[in-house]
């Protein structure tokens, strides 16, 4: 059930109570009860010895006077003589009991031989059914109509004496009604206690007497326990039964099971209300406990469940100074920290969102925009609240609509993303309706039962026309240098060739000075178709592709210095090659960085014996420094900027030949490679060429 | 001279290449044959009288007037009575696109003219002795 603490917590402590009370209530009953009957029990048994023994007692008077009438003398002479004698004085004896007590309804003298001579009273017995005794026999209760009564028989002898040795002559007869005295059943039934009954009969059973009427018998067991016992008669009764001593008879006496119990009961009725009352106090306590108790909880629960709901600024009130006292202040430091951890992380992201210079927006799995930054106002033209709830498609050109839904919906569906997780070039619409090129970076990420999307989108206009004006360039410098290459050599090769064939053709009508000349032209329309040669590979490598891969550094320094080693071979040249570390790079480009370098290394070490050119690497920093070192003519260390300019030469044309570019050219490949490229040296003591590769395996 | 005298058909609209061209080929006796067409119209002209002989080699300049020598070299190699004609590229161009498209339309050997004498006589003779005196065409 789910009950809130205040109801659960007096319901269990009433309910524990209740318990308690209904405990000690029924055994509180048990033991009245169980006294109330033991009381009863004790007063029946004693009731019911007490009227055994009265009734006892009142027999025994009557067999006295049945002893006595039958040893009167003119009894004894009447019945010795058969009734021919003493008539008078017998009939006076039967008179004298018969009228004795109310309850002596007949008197009767009966001879040997059964037959009944004199009799006086109300009533006409018969015939006797018991024998007669020498110590009056009590008869059994013998009912006729609604009248009970009784005999009480004593044999008459001869002589009036006891039976030693006299003869029989007939027998005296009392017959007398159940009679109690009102006194003597207030007396026992008060004994008994109340409500008692008293009940006279057979041992054997019918009839049997309240002393009023004639009742049913009481059943056998009651009859034959010596206990009180309970049976059923129109009600729950408690019966002790006793034997009447000198008689056939029995008495019970007994009180309906109510009477007994009606202590118990009023002792339940009594208890009852103070249980209650018990109960209902300590309800209301526990009521007013968990009050105590779940009131400050509440209103930590109702401080949570708003915190919840994002009133940050929510405190809870708990005055106390226990351990709800201390949950409720935590409670509220804890908050406060929440509260500050939160604002402090929306004062930063505001921060990095309001001042990005980029749009962020955020659209749910619907596609509708949630949140709308500065940025994405200037860029889109669109104000926030123009945006927030619309759908993306307002910012899109037509025809990405239907790609934009389809691509939600797979993403939310099956989270396979074709824009999602990257950056992508798309076109974007403004408020004004126009077009512009745009580079959005799209996340998802799972938010409450849903998906959130993140996009932060740059406006990539100006990138693009600084692209279409690169590709311009580009376009013209290739037209510029196809027009160097084709246009600018033509004439030149013309200039050679003519130059040539006059030399050859005409050398006798030439004097000395005009062939000399002539020696000159040529020279320099060679040095001028070099230049412009490597002019045209230099500006060919800013526009090449890079073609990255993995490349055998030692390998590749083996076969240029073999080429090097073999156009040098008029000199003794020492080249070696160390164990260099692969790199990663294109394999041509790199060549021709490691064949400028050796080439240059030879160039300027003509003319020393022996002449050393190693090639070699080291580690430096996690990256593989390769170098070229010779003991050639070095370079004088002021001059070390100009070296990879391009047609910066530090040594006069006599010297040393070159247009000035093979370095440039080295500079741009490994600069175009990300790496860095250096030079040390000294004049007349050599020089020494570094260059790094990124990805290379130091 | 008629085309079916044709050994070597030289389309160049730089006289002074021409002559340097000539010059060469003449100094290994290459050159009693030859025609030379001074733009690409020329060239293509030469062709559509095209009956009898055809040159053993065309020796073909890039950059022309009218027809420039990749147009040439295409309606050549487009043509079936004449892709089977050797076409030699002879140019200034160093120029990756202008070499790797040449291929591309059946040029049969890409040739840079050297700026310097020596070395552009040298490469223009070796050619014409290869192509007339030692390839062997389809009869």
Redesign the interface.
Known sequence: MNWSIERKLPLFVAGLLLAVVLVLLSIGFGEVRRASRDLANERLQRASQQLAEALQRSLAQYRAQAAALASDAGVVAFLASHGRRAHARALSALDHIAHDTVSNIAAELWDSGGRLLLRTGRLRAGASSIPASDSAAVSPLIRRDSILYYEVVHAVRADGKGPQATSVVGRARLVRRINLSAQARAMLTGLAGGDALLLLGNAAGDPWTDFATVVPAPPATVLRSATPTSYERGETKRASAAPVPGSPWMVIVEVPSPTILAPARAYLRRMAPIAAVVVLIGALGAWWGSRRITTPLREVTRASEAIAAGDLDRRVQVDRTDELGRLGRSFNAMTEQVARSLQHSETMLRGVTQTAHDAIIAADAEGLIQYWNPGAARIFGYDTAEVLGKPLTMLMPQRFHDAHRSGIRRYVETLQARVVGRTVELAGRRKDGSEFPLELSLGAAPLEGGMSFTGVIRDITERKRMEEALRATNAEL?SF??SV???L??????I??????LLEDHNAQLDLEAQRLLGVIDQN??R??QL??DL?AFS?LGRQEIDTSRVDMRELARTVTDDVRRAESDRPLEITVDALPPARGDRALLRQVVSNLVQNAAKFTRGRTPARIEVGSRPDRGQTVYFVKDNGAGFDERYAGKLFGVFQRLHRAEEFEGTGVGLAIVQRIVQRHGGRVWAEGKLDQGATFYFTLPGSEG | MRPHEVEILLVEDNPNDAELTLRALKQRNLANQLFLCRDGAEAIAFFAEGVGPVPKVVLLDLKLPKVDGLEVLRRLKADVRTKAIPVVVLTSSREEPDIARAYELGANSYIVKPVDFDAFARAVSEVGLYWLLLNHPPQ
């Open positions: 290739e240098s196809y290459s084709h246009d050599r033509a004439p030149l090769r013309a050679h060739g003519f130059a040539r064939i329309t060679r001028m178709g412009i040669d045209l060919r």
